[in-house]
């Protein structure tokens, strides 16, 4: 069993307090008002050599959505003169100690202090928007248009889930992501304090079981299930990785790698509210084995929302093995329950 490495991501809240005002959670640490803590389980930790070659491109998110509204667009917008307008700064009498200050300041090799300049005209088209639009699976369509913002990275907020993302040359993003709550609030954040917010209604997401791993860097955790008795390679396993997919269940992976500090996230979706099977999945975190992360301890956070509850979210701490073991995987088979599938 091959797997990609993949990238990490450290638990809990970021603090990003926007321009436009919207409220964020207080610390990196900090859960949610929502999230009902849990004490992180004891791991089972096994290790495993890679033995079956599997291969395949990432699972791609499912969905078709609906139209996203559109947004007042400013560069519609048309000056009744085709020059920007000019600041101009009052007049003010004359100092009559300024002209014997310059003089002396010449005398001394310092230049005298200069006037204060005018402020700039405000830039046009520069928003940062977002919208997001609801579809199938309790999916989220969301999308980010900053024009004065090209390739440059960003981190979206959802529920206590974070990740990374990267605008193209034209300042866009366009993501589908797992809704982790009926009112589904998104928000953008760029480096510089700059963002926006995005909300839609999620109806159906408590129709679906999802469970989540997120992390920062480059730690290469994975989620894997094997639904109903599936071995590892067969159809019913579902990881990001596979070659198949399965006909229930689904892994959505998010975040921008190759970026500074990407943050990542695994999100697992069993439709468990309108399903005809019933029996139990196997759900597991592995993480391989790196240059990154060997001889070292790592830091994770799992998200769950099943059985119609509320949300819940437990951090985690991992002691790696050592180098010699670059390559193999490490198994955590309670870091989040199985699945307990009833037909509906």
């Known amino acids: 069993m091959s797997k990609k490495n993949m990238s990490v991501m450290v638990g809990g809240t970021l603090t990003c307090a926007l321009a436009i005002g919207f409220f964020m959670q207080r610390g990196e640490t900090a859960a949610p008002r929502n999230l009902v803590p849990e004490l992180p389980a004891k791991i089972q930790q096994v290790v495993l050599?890679?033995?079956?070659?599997?291969?395949?491109s990432l699972a791609p998110a499912p969905l078709m959505t609906a139209d996203v509204a559109t947004q007042a667009d400013m560069q519609n917008l048309v000056l009744a003169s085709s020059r920007a307008p000019v600041m101009i700064s009052p007049s003010l009498p004359e100092n009559p100690n300024r002209a014997q200050n310059q003089?002396?300041?010449?005398?001394?090799?310092?230049a005298p202090p200069a006037d204060p300049q005018a402020p700039q005209a405000p830039q046009l088209g520069c928003n940062v928007t977002a919208t997001a639009t609801p579809g199938e699976f309790a999916m989220i369509a969301l999308k980010v248009s900053a024009p004065c913002f090209p390739n440059e990275r960003l981190t979206v907020h959802h529920s206590g889930m974070m990740f990374t993302q990267v605008t193209d040359q034209a300042g866009d993003i366009s993501v589908t992501v797992p809704a982790l709550n009926d009112r589904a609030v998104f928000i953008v954040a760029f480096g510089n304090g700059k963002g926006t917010v995005?909300?839609?209604?999620?109806?159906?997401?408590?129709?679906?079981?999802r469970v989540a791993v997120q992390w920062t860097g480059d730690l290469g955790f994975q989620v894997h299930a094997r639904e109903?008795?599936?071995?590892?390679?067969?159809?019913?396993?579902?990881?990001a990785g596979a070659k198949t997919q399965s006909e229930s269940g689904f892994v959505t992976r998010l975040g921008v790698s190759d970026t500074h500090l990407p943050r990542m996230a695994e999100v697992y979706t069993f439709p468990s509210g309108t399903t005809l099977m019933s029996g139990i999945v196997a759900l597991s975190v592995e993480a391989e084995v790196t240059t990154e992360n060997c001889g070292r301890d790592i830091s994770a956070q799992s998200l769950e929302l099943r059985d119609r509850s509320s949300l819940r979210i437990r951090d985690l701490v991992l002691a790696m093995p050592n180098c010699d073991a670059i390559g193999d995987f490490l198994v955590l088979n309670n870091l989040v329950e199985d699945l307990t599938i009833a037909s509906r």
Request: net charge negative.
């Open 228 to 239: 109903f008795g599936a071995s590892y390679g067969e159809s019913g396993h579902v990881w």
């Open 103 to 110: 003089v002396q300041a010449s005398a001394q090799g310092s």
């Open 49 to 56: 050599k890679p033995a079956v070659s599997f291969e395949g």
């Open 198 to 209: 995005a909300i839609a209604n999620a109806p159906d997401v408590h129709k679906y079981d």
